[in-house]
C-alpha cells in the first residue's frame, strides 16, 4: 500500500511538472500562429509575459514583433535586437538566427558580415534551415566569406532538404546554371515546382519564364501564362510585366491590350523602370488606353528618373516628332545623349543622324561615323534601320584622316570611355 502511494505521489509530481511546461508551449505555439496571421497585438500578448520569464523562444518570437512591425506593435530594430540576443544567448537557433539577420543588414547593429555568418554558423548547426540558406546566400555572394557557388550549392541543399523554399530555389538556380557543379535540369525542374507549389513567387516566375522562352522545357506560352499569374497575383513585379508581354503580343491567350496596361500598371506604380516604359509605349500608341502623348511623357520620365536608358530615348522621340508638343530637336538631341551615355543603341543612332546632317547641332562627320559604329556594337540583331548602309554613307564624307580618328573614337567609347560629344 505505502509503495502504491509512493508511486502515486511521483506520478502526480511528474505530472504537476510536465502540466505547466505542455501549457507554455502551447502558448508559445498560439502565439506563433497569432504572429503568422499578422495579429500581432495578440501574438504579444501571449508571447511577452513568458519571454520576460527567460523563456529563449518567446524571446526571438518577441525580437521578430519588433524586426517585422505591424497591426498597432512599431517597427523597432533596438527592441528586435535586444530580444533576440536574450535568445541568442541561450544558444537558441532562433535568436541565434535573428542576430545574423541583423548583423547583416545592420538593423538595430552596425552592420558585420563577418558576425553575421558567425551567428549564422551556430544556428545551421542546430539544422535552422533559415540560417543554412543564409550560409549558402552569403556562400554565393562572397558575404563574410570568400565566394563559393560550391559551398552556397552544399548550404542551399541542406536548407532544401528540409522543405524550406527559397532554399529548393536558390539551389535550382545554381544547378539550372551549372554553378558550384554539374548542371542537373531535372533536378532543378523539381526544385522549382516543389517551391512554386509553397507558394514561392520567385519560383512560380522562374517556372513561367522557362516556358515562355523555352529553356529547358519545351516552348509553352499558356503554360508559361499560368505561372506568371501565380507569382504575378502575389505582386511579383517581373511576372507582372511578363504577364502584360503575353496579353500585349496575344501568346498563350487571345490579344488584349487592356489586360496588357492593367499588369503593367500593377508593377509601374510600385516604381518598377520597365513597367513605365511600357506604360508610356502604350499611351502613346493609344493601345488599350486613350492615346495620351502628355500621359506617356509622365511614364517615360518617372522610368528616367531611375534611370532607364529606353525612357530617355522615348523622350527624345517625343520632342523630335512634336508629339503631346512643339517639334524640339534639341531638347531630343539632350535626351538620346543621356540615352546613348547608357550605350542605348537606338539613341547612339539617332545621335549618329543628327551629327551627320548637323540638326540642333554643328555637323560632325566624324562624330556621326563613331556614333553609329558603336551603336552598332551594342544592337541587337535587327534593332537598328539599315546600320551598315548608313554607315557606309557617313564613311563616304570622311577624308582619309578622318577615318582613323572616328575608329579610334569609337574605339573608346567601347572600351567605357566617357561619350563626349562637341
Not at 500598371?265 to 502613346?284: F, I, L, S, T, W
Amino acid at each position: 500500500m505505502a509503495g502504491k502511494t509512493k508511486r502515486s505521489w511521483i506520478g502526480r509530481t511528474i505530472l504537476a511538472a510536465i502540466m505547466p511546461m505542455a501549457a507554455q508551449a502551447q502558448t508559445i505555439q498560439d502565439g506563433l500562429a497569432a504572429f503568422e496571421q499578422g495579429n500581432y497585438a495578440h501574438a504579444l500578448e501571449l508571447l511577452l509575459p513568458l519571454a520576460e520569464k527567460g523563456d529563449a523562444q518567446a524571446q526571438c518570437q518577441m525580437g521578430r514583433l519588433y524586426y517585422r512591425g505591424g497591426d498597432g506593435i512599431p517597427q523597432n530594430f533596438n527592441n528586435s535586437v535586444e530580444w533576440a540576443q536574450k535568445s541568442a544567448e541561450q544558444n537558441n537557433p532562433c535568436g541565434l538566427n535573428s542576430m545574423g539577420v541583423s548583423y547583416r543588414f545592420g538593423q538595430g547593429v552596425d552592420a558585420d558580415a563577418k558576425t553575421a555568418f558567425d551567428y549564422f554558423t551556430r544556428a545551421a548547426a542546430q539544422g535552422f534551415d533559415k540560417a543554412q540558406f543564409s550560409l549558402g546566400n552569403m556562400h554565393e555572394l562572397g558575404e563574410g566569406t570568400p565566394q563559393s557557388d560550391a559551398e552556397a550549392r552544399a548550404w542551399y541543399r541542406k536548407a532544401a532538404d528540409q522543405g524550406y523554399a527559397m532554399g529548393r530555389y536558390r539551389l535550382a538556380v545554381l544547378l539550372l546554371e551549372g554553378r558550384g557543379g554539374a548542371a542537373a535540369p531535372k533536378e532543378a525542374q523539381q526544385l522549382l515546382r516543389a517551391s512554386a507549389a509553397q507558394g514561392l513567387a520567385e519560383a512560380q516566375y522562374s517556372l513561367g519564364w522557362m516556358s515562355d522562352h523555352g529553356i529547358g522545357v519545351k516552348q509553352d506560352y499558356g503554360e508559361a501564362l499560368d505561372w506568371y499569374r501565380l507569382a504575378a497575383d502575389q505582386g511579383y513585379p517581373a511576372a507582372q510585366i511578363s504577364l502584360g508581354n503575353l496579353y500585349a503580343d496575344g501568346l498563350g491567350t487571345s490579344q488584349d491590350d487592356e489586360k496588357a496596361v492593367g499588369w503593367y500598371y500593377e508593377a509601374a506604380r510600385n516604381g518598377v523602370p520597365a513597367a513605365q516604359v511600357n506604360m508610356g509605349k502604350h499611351y502613346a500608341l493609344g493601345r488599350g488606353v486613350q492615346q495620351d502623348f502628355d500621359e506617356a511623357m509622365v511614364w517615360y520620365q518617372q522610368a528616367a528618373e531611375y534611370g532607364e536608358p529606353v525612357a530617355y530615348l522615348n523622350v527624345g522621340l517625343l520632342y523630335e516628332n512634336g508629339q503631346g508638343r512643339p517639334a524640339n530637336p534639341a531638347e531630343a538631341a539632350r535626351w538620346y545623349h543621356a540615352a546613348a551615355e547608357r550605350r542605348e543603341p537606338r539613341s547612339l543612332a539617332k545621335l549618329a543622324h543628327f551629327y551627320a546632317e548637323g540638326i540642333s547641332v554643328k555637323r560632325d562627320p566624324v562624330a556621326a561615323w563613331a556614333l553609329q559604329y558603336t551603336a552598332m556594337a551594342y544592337a541587337a540583331d535587327g534593332e537598328l534601320d539599315a546600320p551598315e548602309e548608313r554607315l557606309m554613307q557617313m564613311g563616304q564624307r570622311l577624308a582619309p584622316q578622318q577615318k582613323g580618328e572616328a575608329k579610334a573614337l569609337a574605339q573608346s567609347w567601347q572600351n567605357g570611355e566617357e561619350l563626349v560629344l562637341p
